[in-house]
């Protein structure tokens, strides 16, 4: 989802993930400077579950960014591909472990049968 720029003169594509003014862009840019998860939530107001859930993903992005593009689901998979536990596809893409072993108990059904 993109927002245009209402200005007259240009029509500029804004990317929200990249926006410096949106609230997310705000969080993981106070965390690369030091500040606690608590104290974002603080300073901008919000809930500590969505600082904590934005920096986990901007931080799993970070560690892992050839998988930060592709479909939960299709993450999931890749990182099964390559040995992960549950565990660790859980700690990369912080996605609920129910989830997990829903998609990897398909994606295995879907290797045997064909």
Same mark, same amino acid.
């Given at each position: /989802?993109?927002?245009?720029?209402s200005s007259a003169s240009t029509s500029t594509?804004?990317?929200?993930?990249? +926006?410096?003014?949106?609230? @997310?862009?705000?969080? *993981? +840019?106070?965390?690369?400077?030091? /500040? @606690?998860?608590?104290?974002?939530?603080?300073?901008?107001?919000? !809930? !500590?579950?969505?600082?904590?859930?934005?920096?986990?993903?901007?931080?799993?992005?970070?560690?892992?960014?050839?998988?930060?593009?592709?479909?939960?689901?299709?993450?999931? *998979?890749?990182?099964?591909?390559?040995?992960?536990?549950?565990?660790?596809?859980?700690?990369?893409?912080?996605?609920?472990?129910? *989830?997990? !072993? @829903?998609? /990897?108990?398909?994606?295995?059904?879907?290797?045997?049968?064909?």
């Amino acid at each position: /989802m993109e927002k245009k720029n209402s200005s007259a003169s240009t029509s500029t594509t804004i990317n929200p993930r990249n +926006d410096p003014n949106s609230k @997310s862009q705000q969080m *993981r +840019d106070l965390h690369e400077q030091g /500040m @606690s998860i608590a104290d974002i939530a603080r300073e901008l107001q919000t !809930y !500590y579950s969505f600082v904590h859930r934005v920096i986990k993903r901007h931080e799993a992005e970070k560690a892992n960014p050839k998988t930060k593009k592709l479909p939960v689901a299709q993450q999931i *998979r890749q990182l099964c591909d390559e040995g992960k536990t549950v565990d660790q596809i859980h700690e990369i893409l912080n996605v609920d472990k129910a *989830r997990i !072993y @829903s998609t /990897m108990k398909k994606h295995k059904a879907s290797k045997k049968g064909g």
